[in-house]
Structures are given as C-alpha cells and as structure tokens.
C-alpha cells in the first residue's frame, strides 16, 4: 500500500507501519500540502520515508519537457525516486527515451482511464500503471471492469507491469480494486484511517476491555 499524500506530517505518523511501501504525489498535492517550492518538498519526504519508494510525477506539454523535468528530479541522484508519467502521446515517447537512457529508473504511467492506454504503458515497458479508479466512475465507466481486463491483458500477454490502483474515494472502490486485479493501491491517509477505526470493531474492542479490567 502506497500513501497517496504530500502531507508530510501524516506521512510521519503513517510511514511508521512496515505495510506502507511507500508515497506517490502530484503536482496537486505537492501545491497544497507544501508551502515549499517542489524539489524543497519532494526532498522533505525523502527525508521523512527512510528506505520507502517515493513517485513524483513528471509534468510537460511535449515529450521534451516531460524528458527535461524527468532529468530535473533524477539529479537528486536518489535511488527511492520513481516516476509517475501521464500515458498520452508525449507521455509515452518520454518514456520510451528516459527508459532506454535509465533502464532501472521504476516509472508509473499515470492517468490510466481505459485497457488501451494501460496497454501501450505495459509494452512501453513501465513498472506500474495507475487507472484512476473514482475518476472513472464519475464519468459513468465500470473502473472495476477496466481494472480487471487489463490485469487480463498482462496475463495474456505476459506483460509484467504491475497495476497500482489510485483516484479513491471510498474504501470499498479499494477492495474491489485488488479483488478486480489490482496488485497495488495508493490510497488517502484519510482511508487508512477509516479502515484503521471501524465503529463496529471499536465497539466489541471497548466492550473486550471493559470485561477485562472488571476482572482485575
């Protein structure tokens, strides 16, 4: 599970719990969640996430500024950083340069709304692909079903890239996404803390402790 936040406090309290592998940001949230400027916020992190993975996402209109930030953020020389790349034409031409001029940077083709695009990122030869699942089902599509034809697609294929579920809204498009196929999710702290308090568990909980401390 990765922490879909650029929040660097709650990822201080979160990154403490081994099952976390690692964050994933954007230029949204490094906007809103950091009053540093990005490099500044993207070394915050690093500094907080220990020997956990931390995805930046590359930003540009053409396949030359998308290349060019890349080599930006690869500077720090950081071997945690992947990099997240939106998978539209520019995207994948990037990626097919930045993959062949560093084959062990990890690279997430982002912004995944259909088995098409999640396709061309598997044979471009990205290590993770990320369908925006809440995203989707705003637009009336069946983000379960694209999820799961593209798992079937990489079988078939034997594609190896791996498929990161993200865009969540509620912890039930998150199961359903690992049930569909998903080998990953990175999820808002704010779910976590959902999945982590269940009224129903914390009320047996209370009640366990209650008859517990009355046989003291």
Same mark, same amino acid.
């Given at each position: 599970?990765?922490?879909?936040?650029?929040?660097?406090?709650?990822i201080?309290?979160?990154?403490?719990?081994?099952?976390?592998?690692?964050?994933?940001?954007?230029?949204?949230?490094?906007?809103?969640?950091?009053?540093?400027k990005?490099?500044?916020?993207?070394?915050?992190?690093l500094e907080?996430?220990k020997?956990?993975?931390?995805?930046?996402?590359?930003?540009g209109?053409?396949?030359?500024?998308?290349?060019e930030?890349?080599?930006?953020?690869?500077?720090?020389?950081?071997?945690?950083? $992947?990099?997240?790349?939106?998978? &539209?034409? $520019?995207?994948?031409?990037?990626?097919?340069?930045?993959? &062949?001029?560093?084959?062990?940077?990890?690279?997430?083709?982002?912004?995944?709304?259909?088995?098409?695009?999640?396709?061309?990122?598997?044979?471009?030869?990205?290590?993770?692909?990320?369908?925006?699942?809440?995203?989707?089902?705003?637009?009336?599509?069946?983000?379960?079903?694209?999820?799961?034809?593209?798992a079937?697609?990489?079988?078939?294929?034997?594609?190896?890239?791996?498929?990161?579920g993200?865009?969540?809204? &509620?912890t039930?498009?998150?199961?359903?996404?690992?049930?569909?196929? $998903?080998?990953?999710?990175?999820?808002?702290?704010?779910?976590?803390?959902?999945m982590?308090?269940?009224?129903?568990?914390?009320?047996?909980?209370?009640?366990?402790?209650?008859? $517990?401390a009355?046989?003291?």
């Amino acid at each position: 599970m990765y922490l879909d936040t650029a929040n660097s406090e709650l990822i201080k309290k979160y990154i403490e719990f081994d099952w976390v592998t690692g964050v994933t940001t954007n230029p949204t949230l490094l906007k809103t969640e950091s009053a540093k400027k990005r490099i500044g916020s993207i070394q915050e992190i690093l500094e907080i996430i220990k020997d956990r993975q931390l995805f930046v996402q590359i930003t540009g209109e053409t396949s030359e500024e998308l290349i060019e930030d890349a080599e930006k953020v690869l500077t720090l020389g950081d071997k945690r950083i $992947a990099l997240k790349i939106a998978a &539209n034409e $520019a995207g994948f031409k990037a990626i097919q340069n930045i993959k &062949n001029r560093y084959p062990k940077v990890v690279i997430l083709a982002t912004a995944i709304f259909s088995v098409e695009q999640a396709y061309l990122a598997g044979i471009a030869g990205c290590d993770w692909v990320a369908p925006y699942v809440n995203r989707m089902e705003n637009q009336s599509l069946d983000a379960m079903e694209v999820v799961s034809k593209i798992a079937g697609v990489y079988a078939n294929q034997r594609i190896e890239t791996k498929i990161l579920g993200a865009s969540y809204k &509620n912890t039930s498009q998150v199961i359903n996404s690992l049930l569909a196929g $998903a080998d990953d999710v990175t999820i808002p702290t704010s779910l976590i803390e959902v999945m982590m308090k269940n009224k129903l568990a914390a009320d047996s909980i209370q009640v366990f402790n209650q008859h $517990a401390a009355e046989k003291e």
